[in-house]
């Protein structure tokens, strides 16, 4: 019994259930790009042996946490890793096979005390409605799609078997003398426009619009006659002709009308055309390769007769289809399920945010009350990253109707899976810091080995540089720096210096700092007062090809003009954000998330042009802030300000042309002190330390301080015996990432003062201090264990990075994304944080494949060097690890908290994962059998860096999903990719060649 214990918690079957679990994953993406993600659901995510894997190895962490990473003080940390994971896979198990999710539409003043679940189950109910079979089942092209059953009915048993599941599918019309007269129909509801084909006998229902043709049942709409007899009554009044009216009702309520084909026939909620009459036909239904409908083909018997359904998927709760079937009604429906609440939930209003002078969403919000049993009444705001939590039913905001009166919520019920996964990532977590901390880990002796010294990391990039492609009339740069010094309220309710806000508008708009030679003062102050030129300057960045190609702009700046058509001046993009702004956030593209991006900075150019962007009026006795749009307008330029303001632009518009400022430096001086006078005791800011804080930039300048630092450091790495200079340029550079430190503290310092209070109320500074606090840490314990500080640099440098761009994209307008949050400014910062040390690993693994393939390199570096060589890569490979799955996890937690759910296997969260299970996989190496040996070790780490690489770029462009670019070409792989692996191939079978000569003997020998 306890062999087999050891034998099912060993590293051996983890290892190989581990590879299993990521080679199917892998292949799923690239499945879902060819066939989708519903083919890749059946094959390989809900398959039994895909959840019988994840049960293994579970059980694997079972006996495992009884033999090796049994609890004990010593091994503490080890044993919470283990747990952790226990827990968590424990958690996705309940979730995925307990927990239900779904969505809920809601008009105005709506009520509903259900949602329609996210998976499809195929019911049948009798003519009442009342369910008599349901049945979850996920039909696809690459499953069996066996389904057999006898269902009891009033009448007696009906046997019902599907006998083909018919992808892309299209009604297809077969002439036949013993068959029905059809009708060709054309459906319109709030949802969009359909093609239906209407047999004698039969009701369909598009949208809970009932349609019937010479049928019993009451419906919304019946046909009855054929040809030239058809007529057509309805239960509502409705509006005739060849485009609807807004006066009149030709067709009166319960009255049969004559039909009049290619006529639209509007109703309150539907609009009708019969394009056409069928002769006898029967109705089949066949695949078509650009058809996203899905049929399912039954055949049914009961008491001796048999029938061929159709039944069509549908994504509404009320549709059904009717089957007459000897001489009983049935409903059958394909789709998802009605779930019931045990509350209820009304829309008092649905809130739509626009940009100021535009048609593009900015944000919106849904204002529901929760009433349940008890009488009591609830009232929440649900918006994004804002959800609603009550009775363990968490509401979150997906999207909403096209006239802007509905909402559609997504609803979720998972309170166990949820808990339980939370748990898990809070336990990993700890277990992170146990093991960091501990003596006795692998990490620790690998840090603290005689050989091991070092363990650092460049992060490093090069802005492009830009220059104007023309002349533009530009305001002089010293006059511009004094107007930056003036005070402006800014989106979140802070006062600052305009120079605050123009520099976050030049980096949203250009995506630099500066606009060629232009200071963001310079370029804001210009747009403000000549939009006429701005409009069309190149200013706007616009990085993605395709969507270059679709504005008809070749460079990657594009002007304001070339977002709107020259004849009609329609906004290009007009179309597409409306249709993206109907998406759900979860479903949105990476293309389509780009586009938003684009049309925000179209937006904020907008209003700076308009002058509803700065707010520069102080207004004494209300105290809010005005605009300049709304300053000048409403009289606003017969005040004592707007008159200055006036006379300011005026006069700067000849001033540029001349160069002469002397009296534009004295109107904006005036305009300055009215401020001040008008702000009062509102505004205790440092403007002047404001405005230097921006100038010296202290966290965008010690990034590279404390890359090269670090660069340095490694590579001294090899020239420790060698060079007799080596300890003090080692001191040297340690003093260097002191010096950085300092500057990181004192950049601190300025933004508490500035901002009066301590830098860590948003994401950006949060990463400061993450950056700072490693830092400090690292010096704390640079003698205890001098790898710690190489180690803090590293996290520093990448967090700093990941800050640097969040600062480089900053929010201006009244926008609040799903990405707007702080988990993911969390999740990104840990994932960079494990990129880089994934990244130092490879480079050293392929620096140790080097250095065994070639016998002379290796005798000219000591066994010791190569022994911090290996110990610097595995203990890289183990931080980046615990960096890269924390970050994961807060991911997680972000999608959890944004659109109610923490896994959805995207291809980028698949890869994700893969890249995590080949880490684990790859630090556990020596305990495997077979694999403990510098080359197995040296070569995994640069297989290990290409999961890497295909989670952070392959997916954006090899595959399909939310984070991908690629919108269904052909995607050519760069020859270097190619070249870079084949290099990495020689240089192995090298390594495996050359460990004759120079690992299994020491280098005394070899040299005989």
């Known amino acids: 019994m306890k062999r087999l214990l050891l034998y099912i918690g060993s590293y051996l079957l983890m290892g190989l259930l581990m590879i299993v679990l990521a080679v199917a994953m892998g292949f799923a993406t690239f499945f879902e790009k060819y066939y989708g993600l519903e083919a890749s659901w059946g094959l390989v995510y809900s398959a039994w042996w895909f959840n019988l894997l994840w049960l293994l190895l579970a059980i694997n962490l079972v006996a495992a946490l009884f033999t090796r990473a049994r609890f004990a003080r010593k091994r503490l940390g080890i044993f919470i890793f283990h747990l952790a994971f226990l827990i968590i896979i424990t958690g996705a198990g309940i979730t995925r096979f307990f927990g239900t999710a779904g969505l809920m539409h809601l008009r105005e003043a709506e009520v509903r005390s259900n949602y329609m679940s996210e998976e499809p189950y195929l019911q049948v109910a009798d003519s009442a409605g009342h369910v008599l079979f349901s049945s979850q089942d996920n039909f696809n092209p690459y499953s069996s799609n066996e389904f057999s059953e006898a269902i009891q009915t009033q009448a007696g048993v009906v046997e019902l078997n599907l006998t083909r599941y018919i992808p892309n599918s299209v009604p297809v019309l077969i002439p036949d003398k013993q068959g029905v007269p059809v009708l060709k129909l054309v459906v319109a509801t709030l949802n969009g426009r359909v093609n239906q084909l209407l047999a004698l006998g039969e009701i369909i229902q598009v949208d809970g619009i009932t349609i019937g043709y010479e049928c019993a049942q009451v419906s919304d709409i019946v046909f009855k006659g054929a040809d030239s007899l058809l ?27 004559p039909v009049k084909l290619n006529t639209i026939y509007a109703g309150s909620k539907y609009q009708l055309v019969v394009t056409g009459i069928a002769a006898p ?8 390769g650009k058809s996203n409908a899905q049929t399912l083909e039954f055949r049914a018997t009961f008491d001796g007769l048999l029938k061929t359904i159709y039944l069509n998927k549908t994504n509404e709760l009320t549709d059904w289809t009717t089957i007459n079937l000897g001489g009983q009604t049935l409903l059958m429906r394909y789709g998802p399920k009605e779930v019931k609440l045990p509350f209820s939930v009304v829309l008092n209003k649905f809130v739509l945010e626009r940009y100021s002078g535009s048609e593009s969403p900015s944000a919106y919000s849904s204002l529901i009350a929760i009433s349940d049993e008890s009488g009591g009444v609830f009232e929440r705001s649900v918006a994004m990253n804002r959800v609603v939590d009550y009775h363990g039913y968490r509401f979150f905001q997906a999207s909403y109707d096209t006239d802007e009166k509905g909402t559609i919520l997504r609803v979720s019920n998972d309170f166990w899976g949820m808990t339980l996964t939370y748990l898990g990532y809070g336990l990993f977590m700890v277990g992170v810091i146990f093991m960091m901390i501990s003596r006795r880990t692998k990490l620790y ?12 990391i460049l992060a490093f990039i090069l802005m492009p540089a830009f220059s104007m492609a023309q002349e533009l009339p530009v305001p002089d740069r010293d006059h511009a720096a004094k107007f930056g010094r003036l005070l402006v309220l800014s989106r979140d309710g802070r006062i600052h210096p305009l120079n605050t806000i123009s520099g976050e508008i030049t980096r949203k708009v250009t995506g630099q700092g500066t606009y060629g030679d232009l200071s963001s003062d310079q370029l804001v102050l210009a747009m403000t007062v000549f939009p006429d030129f701005y409009q069309a300057a190149p200013i706007i960045k616009l990085g993605n090809e395709e969507l270059r190609n679709l504005l008809g702009v070749e460079k990657p700046l594009a002007s304001f003009l070339n977002f709107f058509d020259s004849t009609t001046g329609g906004y290009k993009l007009q179309q597409q954000i409306a249709a993206i702004n109907q998406k759900p956030p979860v479903s949105r593209t990476k293309m389509e998330k780009e586009i938003l991006k684009v049309d925000e900075r179209v937006n904020i150019c907008y209003m700076i042009f308009t002058g509803g962007l700065l707010k520069l009026f102080p207004d004494a006795n209300t105290g809010q802030w005005l605009s300049i749009e709304q300053g000048l307008g409403n009289g606003g330029d017969s005040t004592q300000a707007g008159r200055l303001l006036l006379e300011y632009f005026t006069a700067l518009r000849f001033a540029t042309s001349t160069g002469s400022y002397q009296n534009v430096d004295s109107t904006l001086n005036r305009f300055a002190v009215y401020q001040n006078s008008a702000a009062g005791s509102s505004f205790d800011g440092f403007p002047a330390l404001e405005v230097l804080y921006n100038k010296i930039k202290p966290f965008e300048r010690i990034i590279p301080i404390y890359g090269l630092a670090g660069f340095f450091l490694l590579i001294l790495l090899f020239f420790q015996r060698s060079w007799r200079h080596a300890k003090l340029t080692s001191r040297i550079l340690v003093g260097i990432v002191v010096a950085g430190f300092v500057v990181h503290t004192a950049g601190l310092g300025l933004r508490w003062i500035i901002a009066g209070h301590s830098p860590m109320s948003n994401g950006y500074e949060s990463m400061l201090m993450v950056s700072w606090v490693a830092l400090l840490a690292g010096l704390l314990l640079v003698r205890k264990m001098p790898t710690i500080l190489g180690i803090a640099a590293i996290l520093a440098t990448a967090t700093l990075f990941v800050a640097h761009l969040s600062w480089m994209d900053p929010e201006i307008t009244n926008l609040v994304p799903v990405l707007k949050s702080k988990w993911l400014t969390l999740h990104v910062s840990f994932v960079m944080a494990g990129y880089a040390f994934f990244g130092l690993s490879a480079f050293l ?32 490979m183990i931080i980046g690890l615990y960096l890269f799955t924390v970050g994961t996890f807060l991911g997680a937690i972000w999608a959890n908290e944004s659109w109610g759910r923490y896994w959805g296997w995207d291809p980028k969260e698949t890869w994700a994962l893969i890249t995590i299970l080949v880490y684990v996989i790859i630090t556990h190496l020596d305990n495997i059998p077979g694999f403990k040996n510098p080359i197995a070790v040296s070569f995994s780490s640069l297989v290990g860096f290409v999961t890497v690489l295909m989670t952070y770029f392959g997916v954006n462009y090899l595959l399909s999903g939310l984070h991908s670019y690629a919108s269904g070409e052909a995607v050519r792989i760069p020859w270097g990719v190619y070249a870079g692996i084949g290099l990495v191939l020689v240089v192995w079978v090298a390594a495996i060649i050359g460990s004759r000569y120079s690992i299994f003997r020491k280098p005394s020998e070899v040299e005989k």
């Open 231 to 257: 007529t057509l009554t309805t239960s509502e009044s409705v509006l005739m002709g060849s485009m609807p009216s807004s006066h009149g009702s030709d067709v009166v309520a319960n009255t049969p009308s």
């Open 281 to 288: 036909s029967r109705v089949e239904y066949m695949p078509q």
């Open 445 to 456: 002796a690998l840090l603290t080995s005689p050989s091991a010294k070092v363990g650092v």
């Open 845 to 876: 693994g392929f620096l140790s494949l080097l250095v065994i393939a070639i016998p002379k390199l290796y005798r000219r570096i000591e066994g010791d060097d190569f022994g911090r060589i290996q110990n610097v890569m595995q203990a890289g």
